[in-house]
Every structure is written in structure tokens, then in C-alpha cells.
């Protein structure tokens, strides 16, 4: 398994370099990804180049057992390069163009910034496509992470372009976006406006489909860099980039994952959140893009932030952050960064050594799981966690809901989580997949919420339950057209037959506000439960034999339906109407759970998380205690822990910040 650092060696003096490789292997790092801000020092000026630091650095680890990863430097455009060329620079939604400073300066449609990618990508290809000890490459850096959509003149004519190729006429997109309303028709193509600022609230359909274009230019700004290197560079150096979890949402990742050979991304648990569920659901989610284990590109390694840092990671926290990355798919683990970097923007951004380059703490923890990984590290990468469940994401619906959510406080990130929490707190293998996925490996799908829905997906989730599926659809769901115009039949729209349901009225009661809800005793079988809902009420009307499961039991609604489950071919599908947290809505998904045959992991301590992986027959449980207590777990019986090399009673303890991997057989039976 590779095992790695981001390494900045012309951040250090070059005397330094072969005592860091030392203290690399040391570590049992065998990796390092380099040179993806460097283009000023690559080519300090046009077409003046020099590789020859990089080569020496590349050659002194490769003495130490370690390969490279690399990056290419487009992400950092040198100043000689904006100066000369300053249409490359992005303009902001306000109309301001962006000026040198920082990074990420660029527009990704601009056709000198694209021919001058070509040129350093496919120059840095041509020096290292023969060398031995390059293993992979990284495009970029964190496309979208600034400037993520560009309101130049050339991405106006290109959007106006992109417009006349998904449209054909102008009567077309006319009817796509309902331009009559106040006067907005266009008359020829060149009329057609960015939404920016002093355009004041823009047509929902018109910011729809620039949102696709903007994600669609770096998905063919990657692709012309792909283009590049592939060819140039043998087949056994793979491409990736390094992406930003689910969290980042500016570019749909389905599309930008398509062509990469493998995904990776850049995990800060506590620079984000520090919620360990919440860095399983960017995890599940960056799986998801290609359905197959990933890399951590980089990982924390210690306080992160440019101005303000983050808290220290506890000892234990590091090496258990990136057990979570094994236990949710990752197959390999690189810190950022090695050293921290004494100068510039990112001198807070902590590394694995402090500034003064001596271990400490944090080195001697990344050693610890180094050894480990070296033992046990073949056994784990290629798994895959069992197909059991399935929420269904879509990168439409984040920006249909962040132009308008509909009501105060509706936010597309929560009502995602509360389902992913309650499933992972019942140890349910969850993935996440686009509307469009083969959803019939799943017992269990779940769409949180489809507000916006094509007639491919409805026909999808249909096809799904009619041969035996279980879909539980959320609030909210089946209302938007694929422009982004309301459907003109009864909600949710292209999902009411699947659902036998009808939304005959709804309340946007907002996230500060409640409704209570009432569940149907003897339908379901978990005694007396009300519970309280928020931010929407979709109130229903079953069609034909739908049942309906729990009513409304506050407002004027109160005694209507407000669940529903129906038979469907040979499947079943639930409509929840309303919203809730993880903890109200804990016994519902329990039930649904189980009513479709999977088991839930009963008795998970509080803050102890299990994840699994399989892969030959053979399942590993991961369990995480993300707390500073000793927990005990019980076990479904006796197994094998791999780190320990020690069999298991039927139950195991896991220190503060702990671990344990666990087979069901010996590890020699794995080998
Ligand atoms: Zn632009």
C-alpha cells in the first residue's frame, strides 16, 4: 500500500533533501507527490525550462525506496505568464477581474491559458514519462477550490455557444427557460448575460445551466491536461487529481471523476468539521465517483489553516483519520505535508515535522502506522465495502437548492447527512450514487431528496423497485424540470406513480420551525411515536392502495397523511413528507432497514464507528473510537484482529482514539 507525504523539496535547501528521505523511510513512506506549484521555477521563463532539481530530488528518494507522484503546476501560474497574459485572469461575479497574488488566478476557457497548460504539461511529460520511479500523476490542484466560475467575456461567448449547441434555437431555449416572463426573450444569442451581480436575482433556469457549463469547462480544461499527458506518458503512470470531498460542490464530480484513472482527495477532518460521521460521508461520497477505492491525497497531518489554525490533532487522531480513510476505501494515504513551510501563505499549515524539521510527536505516530502498513497493508487496499444501501446524490439539486432552497434553512448538505448518519450509526454499508446508477446490487435506495428529476431518472428508480426494490423518497423531491422550471402535474411529479402518492398541498414551516408527526401503531410495529419535523411539510393524498404510515398531528394539517408506502411491481416505495434529525428519524430508518432484510450492528458505542471492506470472499470490519475513552464492542462472535495479530473473545476493547481490524478467519488464510 502506498504510504506518503507531499513533499515540497524546493521549499528547503538542497543539502536538506537526503536527510528527509532518510527520516521518509525511516517512516515507511514510500511515496511522495511533488512539483504541483512549482511552475515558476519549472519554467522561470517562456519556454526556458528546468527539471533538474526535480530529477535530483525524484533520484535521491527513489535511493530510499520511495516514488513519486507527480503534479502538474497549473494551478500557479507564474507572473511573468499573467503579466504577458493577462486575459487568463478569472473575473469574479461582481465583474472584477481577478489580479496575481495568490492562486488558482485563471480562467479554465481561456484558449492562451489552455494552450499554455498544453505546452508546461506536455514538457513536463516528455522529461518524466521515461523515468522509473514516477507512479502516477496529479492534474492540477483542487480545480474550482478559487474562482470557481468565471464571468469573462470569453466564458460569455462560450456560454452563449454552449447554449445554441444544447438548444438550437433561440424559440428552444424560449420554452427551457420561460424568457417571456418580464421581458427577458432574446433576440439573438450575443444578447444572453452572465449572472452576475449588477444583473440583480437572475432566471433560475438561466443560473442552472451556467452553473453546468462553468463545471463542464474544467472537466474539459482536466481533459485537455489528460489529453497531454496520455500522449506522452506509458500506460503504467496513472492520472488522478486531487479533488475536495463531498463537501466541495462548485463542479459536478461525477463528470470530473469520469476520465481520471482513480480519485483522489485532500481530507482536513478537523480543519472541516471534525465529525467523524461527516468525514465518512466525504469519504463514501469521493468512492462513489467511480465506484472503487480511492486515495488520499492529502492527508491531515497536523493543524491546518492560513490565518487561524485548527486544533492540534490529539495523539492517536492522525493515525486514526487515516484508518478511516482505509476502513470507507482508501488505498493509499498521503500526508500533507512533510515539512511545515516557514514562508508564504500556508506557514500555519502544518506538516508531519514542525518548521525546525526534527520528529516529534507526530512523526513518531505516522511511523507507528507505517510499520503497520508495511505488515498488513496488501491485505487491505482493493476492498471494497459490501453493496447494501444506497443514497442517491445529485450535483443539480445542490445548485437548484442553493438558488432557491424554498424555505429558510433548507440546506441539500443536512438532509443528505441526516440520512447517511442514521444508516452508518446502524452499520449499514452505505454508497453514494448519481440518479442515473445501477441501483440493483442495493436492498435499500434512498433519495433523501429528487427535486429535480428527468423522465432517464424516474425511469431508473421505477425499473429499480419493479423488480424488487425498497425506495424511501424524501420531502421536496420531484418537482423540478430538467431546466429548472416546476412541473406542471401534481408533486412530486415524475415520481408519483412509483410513490402512489400526491402532494395535495405543502407548507414550507422553515428550519426553526416544527410540525408534529404521529406514526401509525399496528402499521409499524414501534409502539407510541410522535415525533417533530422541521423546514418542510409536503402534505399527502395516497393514490389507490398506498398505505399511509404516520399522519400529521399539529396545524391545520393535522390527521393527514404525511407517510406513505405503496407496493410497486415487485418492490416497495416510501414517501416521507417531512423533515427531520438523524436522532428523530433513528427508529423509521431502523425499521425501514430491517424490513428489507439488512442487519443493523446493535449495541455500537457512542462515538465508535464500524465500516467494512471485502474483497476474496473475505469481509474486514473496521472499528474507529473517535472518542478519548476505552470502549468496549461487542462482537457477533470470536474473530481475528489484523494489527494485533490476536484472536478476539466476543468482545474487543479499543483504547482512546483506537482501533481494530477484524477478519472473520486468520490473517495467513488472507495471504
Ligand atoms: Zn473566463
Known amino acids: 500500500m502506498y504510504y506518503g507525504a507531499d513533499y515540497y523539496p524546493e521549499h528547503w535547501p538542497q543539502e536538506r533533501w537526503e536527510t528527509d528521505a532518510r527520516l521518509m523511510r525511516e517512516a515507511h513512506i514510500n511515496l511522495v507527490r511533488m512539483g504541483e506549484f512549482a511552475w515558476s521555477l519549472f519554467e522561470p521563463q517562456q519556454e526556458h525550462y528546468d527539471w533538474d532539481w526535480l530529477k535530483r530530488a525524484i533520484d535521491i528518494l527513489a535511493a530510499h525506496g520511495i516514488s513519486t507522484v507527480l503534479g502538474t503546476p497549473t494551478a500557479t ?10 486575459g487568463i485572469m478569472a473575473v469574479e461575479r461582481n465583474s472584477q477581474r481577478v489580479t496575481f497574488g495568490e492562486r488558482r488566478q485563471y480562467c479554465p476557457t ?59 434555437t433561440l424559440a428552444a431555449l424560449r420554452e427551457a427557460w420561460g424568457t417571456h416572463f418580464w421581458s427577458h426573450d432574446y433576440t439573438n444569442w450575443a444578447q444572453i448575460p452572465l449572472p452576475v451581480d449588477s444583473n440583480g436575482v437572475s432566471n433560475p433556469c438561466l443560473e442552472l445551466d451556467f452553473y ?67 468525514i465518512a460521508l466525504n469519504h463514501t461520497a469521493m468512492r462513489g465517483l467511480k465506484d472503487m477505492p480511492f486515495w488520499v491525497m492529502e492527508e491531515q497531518s497536523g493543524p491546518s489553516g492560513w490565518q487561524v489554525m485548527s486544533r492540534q490533532p490529539r495523539p492517536g487522531q492522525i493515525r486514526l483519520w487515516a484508518y478511516q480513510a482505509i476502513a470507507h476505501g482508501a488505498d493509499a494515504i498521503v500526508y500533507f505535508r512533510w515539512r511545515t513551510c516557514r514562508f508564504n501563505t500556508e506557514e500555519y499549515w502544518h506538516g508531519i515535522l514542525e518548521h525546525h524539521g526534527q520528529p516529534r510527536r507526530r512523526y513518531y505516530e505516522v511511523q507507528q502506522m507505517g510499520q503497520e502498513l508495511a505488515r498488513v497493508g496488501e491485505k487491505l487496499e482493493g ?15 445542490i445548485r437548484t437548492l442553493r438558488l432557491q432552497p424554498g424555505a429558510r434553512g433548507l440546506a441539500y448538505n443536512d438532509i443528505i447527512s441526516s440520512y447517511f448518519r442514521a444508516l452508518h450509526q446502524l452499520g449499514i454499508p452505505v454508497d453514494i450514487v448519481p ?25 431508473n428508480l421505477s425499473n429499480y423497485v419493479n423488480q424488487g426494490g425498497t425506495l424511501w423518497v424524501g420531502a421536496r423531491s420531484g418537482v423540478k424540470d430538467t431546466s429548472n422550471r416546476v412541473v406542471d402535474s401534481p408533486l412530486p411529479g415524475l415520481l408519483a406513480e412509483l410513490c402512489g402518492v400526491e402532494v395535495e398541498e405543502y407548507d414550507a414551516i422553515g428550519r426553526a420551525s416544527t410540525c408534529e408527526v404521529e406514526l401509525d401503531k399496528a402499521l409499524l410495529g414501534l409502539g407510541e411515536l410522535r415525533l417533530a419535523g422541521h423546514t418542510w411539510c409536503d402534505i399527502l393524498q395516497p393514490r389507490g392502495d398506498t398505505e399511509t404510515l404516520a399522519y400529521y398531528a399539529s396545524d391545520y394539517y393535522t390527521g393527514k397523511p404525511a407517510l406513505t408506502r405503496t407496493r410497486y411491481g415487485l418492490g416497495t416505495a416510501f414517501y416521507c413528507g417531512f423533515m427531520t434529525d438523524t436522532g428523530t428519524m433513528l427508529p423509521l430508518v431502523r425499521y425501514l432497514v430491517e424490513s428489507t432484510g439488512l442487519e443493523p450492528w446493535s449495541g455500537l458505542p457512542e462515538g465508535v464507528e464500524v465500516a467494512r471492506r471485502a474483497k476474496e470472499g473475505i469481509e474486514l470490519t473496521y472499528l474507529l473510537n473517535h472518542t478519548t475513552e476505552p470502549q468496549s464492542v461487542a462482537l457477533p462472535g470470536a474473530m481475528f484482529e489484523l494489527l494485533t495479530q490476536t484472536n478476539t473473545s466476543s468482545s474487543i476493547e479499543l483504547g482512546p482514539y483506537g482501533l481494530a481490524i477484524l477478519s472473520p478467519v486468520a490473517i495467513d488464510k488472507l495471504s
Open 77 to 86: 501560474p507564474p507572473a511573468w505568464l499573467c503579466q504577458a497574459y493577462p
Open 110 to 168: 481561456n484558449a492562451s491559458y489552455r494552450a499554455l497548460s498544453r505546452g508546461i504539461v506536455t514538457a513536463m511529460a516528455e522529461q518524466f514519462a521515461g523515468n522509473p520511479h514516477v507512479v502516477a500523476w496529479q492534474l492540477d490542484n483542487e480545480f474550482g477550490g478559487h474562482h470557481p466560475r468565471c464571468y469573462c467575456p470569453e466564458c460569455q461567448c462560450a456560454f452563449q455557444d454552449w447554449l445554441l449547441q444544447r438548444y438550437g
Open 212 to 278: 453546468r457549463f462553468a463545471s463542464e469547462q474544467w472537466v474539459a480544461y482536466q481533459q485537455l491536461q489528460i489529453e497531454a499527458l496520455r500522449r506522452v506518458i506509458p500506460a503504467h503512470q496513472r492520472i488522478t487529481h486531487n479533488l475536495m470531498g463531498f463537501n466541495f460542490q462548485e463542479i459536478d464530480y461525477f463528470d470530473l471523476a469520469r476520465e481520471l484513472d482513480f480519485v483522489s482527495w485532500d481530507n482536513y477532518p478537523i480543519f472541516q468539521t471534525g465529525d467523524p460521521a461527516y
Open 383 to 397: 476492498a471494497m465495502p459490501p453493496k447494501a444501501a444506497a443514497i442517491i446524490m445529485s450535483y443539480d439539486d
Open 435 to 459: 440518479p442515473n446508477a445501477d441501483l440493483s446490487l442495493y436492498k435499500l435506495v434512498v433519495a433523501p431528496i429528487l427535486h429535480l428529476v428527468t423522465q432517464e431518472w424516474a425511469d
